[in-house]
């Protein structure tokens, strides 16, 4: 069975998702753990609820007289995550950088979803950024991390129009709602092999991918 790995700082409605699709059959995996630097996070909760492995892990614990030691965090954050021998680990809602060395370590087992049709809107508050760029489409992507900040090759992406009289919480639930699908259907491919990353591409059935798989209405790819 594909095991998947979960990194979720808050709400975990991304990692919900995932598990309902397992439980309903439509997604053949296993959460084998969720991981919080937020031992308050909705997302452990989440994953308590489901009989899970719910493992929190503070960076405080890691401070130095010169700051927080980031790279010690994310090498012990890892060190746990390995432990549960993952397939993939899946960033759903996680809001730290990840170290380049661990990131590099796990080339292509690790993935992210962003709230923005990349490579537009890297970073935060990307609601905003797509309303005050004044586009008339949004959406969500999930890629492969690299060291590069939201700039890793992206796998899939679904589009929400942005509407006449939206403001950042209304056309983030347009967005979140297709957030859940595309993910879960991401992870449905990746778990059957279909899509891989090789170098800095990603193929698919064994072809270079040349724009990223799009999540149709029907919550499957195109
Ligand atoms: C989602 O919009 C995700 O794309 C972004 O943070 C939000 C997390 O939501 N990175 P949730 O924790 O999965 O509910």
Same mark, same amino acid.
């Given at each position: 069975?594909?095991?998947?790995?979960?990194?979720?700082?808050?709400?975990?409605?991304?990692?919900?998702?995932?598990?309902?699709?397992?439980?309903?059959?439509?997604?053949?995996?296993? =959460?084998?753990?969720?991981?919080?630097?937020?031992?308050?996070?909705?997302?452990?909760?989440?994953?308590?609820?489901?009989?899970?492995?719910?493992?929190?892990?503070?960076?405080?614990?890691? &401070?130095?007289?010169?700051?927080?030691?980031?790279?010690?965090?994310?090498?012990?954050?890892?060190?746990?995550?390995?432990?549960?021998?993952?397939?993939?680990?899946?960033?759903?809602?996680?809001?730290?950088?990840?170290?380049?060395?661990?990131?590099? &370590?796990?080339?292509?087992?690790?993935?992210?979803?962003?709230?923005?049709?990349?490579?537009?809107?890297?970073?935060?508050?990307?609601?905003?950024?797509?309303?005050?760029?004044?586009?008339?489409?949004?959406?969500?992507?999930?890629?492969?991390?690299?060291?590069?900040?939201?700039?890793?090759?992206?796998? *899939?992406?679904?589009?929400?129009?942005?509407?006449?009289?939206?403001?950042?919480?209304?056309?983030?639930?347009? =967005?979140?709602?297709?957030?859940?699908?595309?993910?879960?259907?991401?992870?449905?491919?990746?778990?059957?092999?279909? =899509?891989?990353?090789?170098?800095?591409?990603?193929?698919?059935?064994?072809?270079?991918? *040349?724009?990223?798989?799009?999540?149709?209405?029907?919550? &499957?790819?195109?």
């Amino acid at each position: 069975m594909y095991r998947i790995a979960v990194l979720a700082s808050g709400r975990g409605s991304n990692l919900q998702a995932i598990l309902d699709a397992i439980d309903g059959g439509r997604l053949p995996a296993k =959460v084998v753990g969720v991981f919080s630097d937020r031992p308050g996070a909705l997302a452990l909760q989440r994953a308590r609820d489901a009989g899970l492995p719910a493992i929190a892990m503070e960076p405080r614990r890691f &401070a130095t007289a010169a700051g927080i030691d980031r790279t010690a965090f994310d090498i012990a954050l890892f060190e746990a995550i390995d432990a549960t021998v993952p397939n993939m680990v899946v960033c759903a809602g996680y809001l730290r950088l990840l170290d380049a060395g661990v990131v590099e &370590a796990h080339g292509g087992r690790l993935v992210n979803i962003h709230p923005s049709l990349l490579p537009a809107f890297k970073g935060l508050h990307t609601h905003r950024q797509a309303l005050h760029a004044g586009v008339s489409e949004h959406g969500a992507s999930v890629h492969f991390v690299t060291p590069d900040l939201d700039g890793g090759p992206v796998l *899939a992406q679904a589009r929400v129009p942005v509407l006449a009289g939206d403001d950042a919480p209304r056309l983030a639930q347009r =967005v979140l709602a297709r957030e859940h699908p595309l993910l879960v259907e991401s992870l449905r491919w990746l778990a059957a092999g279909r =899509v891989v990353l090789r170098g800095d591409r990603v193929y698919v059935d064994g072809r270079a991918l *040349a724009t990223p798989l799009q999540l149709g209405a029907n919550n &499957a790819f195109a």
